[in-house]
């Protein structure tokens, strides 16, 4: 791969969870909520028509600047152009999949032991599946891994890892305090009549864990923010120093890049380019490429 | 003459500064400062002032001194910790030694909503020495409808910040933070980073440098800036301050709303605490309660609809103390008597305040204006407690009945 594999909210699809809705037009409305890697799995289909549904796929990721990931065939990956594939444990080993699909191209594979996430990591994946961390329907009869394993995956793993298996955004708070940053989610996404929302909440709840434990550090703030969104074509991202620190940001204000610190409800005095910002002006204050933020705690003793 | 002529060799090294020259100083000794804290950052911000020859200083504390405060707070000594004197009380007795030429009004009270505008009312410029957001605040609302400079500064740990904010020129504390008072919540402070005395002793300095070049007419030497600084880890940084927000109550043009008005509404007390405070500023003895309480007692106080006793508990800074009004009719003799009947030790009896030991352990500290502080507690249900079992006439006699709460 050219670059680190970077993303937060991974959605695979499944087409038995929204009969009469058509995978793209579901795909689709995840993808304006935020999912920013998509999986086709579809255990049903032949070679053939899973082909056509990868092409259909690919053009409509291509459009959200997304990778596709196929599930279990490298083949199918190679021959509709996709980004990736995604392995079984009793799947073509890695190493052989590497060799199918050259250095360039994403493979991620299912673990439920941390043993397992270390051979992966070994192999050369890109990515792991953490899970099911709860009991699923998509793969009935699997023992859950319980957050447990996602606390160890969190501790111990490099590479990316990906918290699956009955995810919701009910229980999503539970898995990301365990340690995951990433989060894959099938049923609670495409089985609901409004995914893009769904998305789009999930993602908050990412986001708030990934830039809350930076934002928490006292004295002088902030610090690295892993703002490790993928290169979308059609959200503006700039370039910027925050307390003295390169980053990159999607904020369009002020006031958004101090909520992505966590910085809403805490007294805190912003300066941008060598001049204090009201708080009042952050939400019409916006952010030019190039410019530097500081945000610093008001001190309260005396 | 004699006279004059001691003040010009006591002030000739600071006269000989050419930006403050014989103007300035003249200028100085016409000036009158309002100190809000007397503990760390007020302690020594009083002694600058006192030191430099303003003609007069206000200063407010509603704290006493303890052991805990001697590695910082440079006018106390082991004396006045050991005699739990006010601050207010034992920082006046030593800035008077200090500079016998400056009046001095030393009040033991804690600056709230209703006696700010009093306390402030005939001063030419207000120094921040306070440990917290919300009367900092209060002070900006205060100096920014009257139009006179605030002088901000807080410490923790090895640093702290500060600015001057003129009404006109700058932006007020509320914009700068926001609307609301987003609480001291997260605002570090010296109970939750520690402090180390050189932090105070340079913040305070660079407040009384800005204090300085506003009283002698020397505006155009004011920073302008909001001023971070680290004595450990070396650093400074300033960054310009705004100007005013337009559509602010208080640095701007803007309206009352809803919320603003209410708070406005609630601020009529002024006009008599005000009466209350000119008329005790004609005495000679300047160390006077101010507790802004009206005589009537504490109903005006209390929120519409709400009279809770746990809305009578105010958190002071993080620091395991609880404040409360108690009613002020009673002495702190009778006081004194009612707590020792009920097993507490005194451990300290002195004209402003007499502190307790409750049989578990805990501190009661009550000032004659009838503000008492709960110390030890931990929780705000605790000091309830103590409240009802020692200090709250209705509850008080009945200490078998069970504790409510935790």
């Not at chain 1, 998509?138 to 995956?153: F, I, L």
């Not at chain 2, 007069?56 to 106390?76: A, C, G, I, P």
Request: negative net charge; hydrophobic residues 40%.
């Amino acid at each position: 791969m050219s670059r680190p594999l970077e993303f937060k909210l991974y959605v695979i699809t499944g087409e038995n969870y929204h009969p009469g809705r058509s995978m793209a037009k579901v795909m689709e409305a995840a993808l304006r909520g935020g999912a920013d890697i998509v999986q086709l799995r579809d255990k049903e289909s032949s070679k053939r028509e899973l082909i056509e549904k990868a092409k259909r796929l690919k053009e409509l990721t291509a459009k959200y600047g997304v990778p596709l990931i196929v599930n279990d065939h490298p083949d199918i990956a190679l021959a509709a152009d996709a980004d990736g594939v995604h392995l079984g444990q009793d799947d073509l080993p890695i190493e052989a999949a590497r060799e199918l699909l050259g250095p360039r191209r994403i493979i991620g594979i299912s673990t439920h032991r941390i043993e397992q996430a270390r051979a992966a990591e070994r192999a050369g994946a890109d990515y792991i599946g953490v899970g099911p961390v709860y009991p699923t329907g998509t793969k009935p009869g699997r023992q859950a891994v319980t957050t447990a394993y996602v606390a160890q995956a969190a501790a111990e793993i490099r590479i990316p890892f990906v918290a699956i298996g009955g995810i919701t955004e009910a229980n999503a708070e539970e898995v990301l305090r365990a340690g995951a940053r990433r989060l894959c989610a099938v049923s609670a996404i495409v089985g609901h009549a409004d995914p893009e929302s769904v998305c789009r909440n999930l993602l908050e709840k990412i986001n708030a864990w990934s830039l809350g434990e930076q934002a928490a550090v006292p004295a002088s703030l902030p610090i690295s923010v892993a703002l490790t969104l993928p290169e979308r074509r059609n959200v503006r991202e700039i370039a910027l120093t925050v307390n003295g620190r390169s980053e990159r940001t999607q904020a369009a204000t002020l006031l958004e890049l101090a909520a992505q610190y966590k910085l809403e409800g805490r007294s805190v005095v912003a300066d941008l380019d060598g001049a204090v910002v009201p708080r009042q002006l952050w939400g019409e204050t916006p952010l030019q490429g190039g410019c530097s933020v500081e945000f610093v705690h008001f001190v309260g003793g005396g | 003459m004699h006279k004059e002529a001691e003040a010009e060799e006591r002030y000739s090294r600071q006269i000989r500064f050419a930006p403050i020259g014989v103007r300035g100083q003249r200028r100085l000794g016409e000036a009158s400062v309002l100190v809000v804290g007397a503990g760390a950052l007020g302690a020594s911000l009083a002694q600058h002032m006192v030191r430099a020859g303003v003609g007069r200083l206000r200063l407010v504390d509603r704290d006493y001194v303890e052991l805990s405060n001697l590695h910082r707070q440079t006018l106390f000594d082991e004396e006045d910790a050991e005699a739990a004197l006010p601050k207010a009380v034992a920082a006046a007795a030593k800035l008077r030694r200090v500079n016998g030429g400056v009046r001095i009004e030393a009040f033991v009270a804690d600056v709230n909503r209703r006696n700010a505008e009093a306390l402030a009312a005939d001063v030419d410029l207000v120094l921040d020495g306070t440990d917290n957001t919300e009367t900092r605040l209060l002070l900006s609302d205060v100096c920014f409808g009257r139009g006179i400079p605030l002088v901000y500064g807080g410490v923790a740990g090895s640093g702290g910040m500060t600015a001057l904010l003129a009404p006109g020129d700058h932006c007020c504390l509320r914009c700068l933070l926001g609307e609301e008072e987003t609480g001291s919540e997260g605002a570090p402070t010296c109970d939750t980073l520690g402090v180390i005395s050189p932090a105070v002793e340079m913040v305070a300095a660079l407040q009384a440098a800005e204090a300085l070049k506003a009283l002698t007419g020397n505006r155009a030497a004011l920073r302008g800036t909001w001023l971070t600084v680290d004595a450990w880890h070396f650093s400074v940084k300033e960054w310009k301050l705004p100007s005013p927000v337009e559509a602010c109550l208080y640095c701007g043009w803007g309206e009352p709303t809803a919320a603003a008005s209410r708070e406005l509404a609630k601020n009529e007390g002024f006009v008599r605490t005000e009466d209350d405070l000119s008329g005790e500023d004609h005495g000679d003895t300047a160390d006077e309660d101010l507790s802004g309480e009206e005589p009537e007692g504490e109903t005006e106080n209390a929120l519409p609809g709400d009279d809770s006793e746990a809305e009578k508990l105010v958190v002071l800074c993080g620091r395991d103390t609880f404040q409360l009004m108690l009613k002020p009719s009673v002495s702190l003799a009778e006081w004194r008597r009612r707590l020792t009947e009920i097993g507490c030790v005194i451990t300290a009896d002195n004209r402003y305040l007499l502190r307790a030991s409750t049989v578990e352990g805990e501190r009661i500290v009550i000032f004659a204006e009838g503000r008492a502080l709960i110390q030890g507690a931990g929780e705000a249900e605790r000091a309830l407690d103590i409240y009802r079992h020692y200090l709250n006439d209705e509850t008080r006699r009945r200490a078998d009945e069970p504790s409510v709460g935790v």
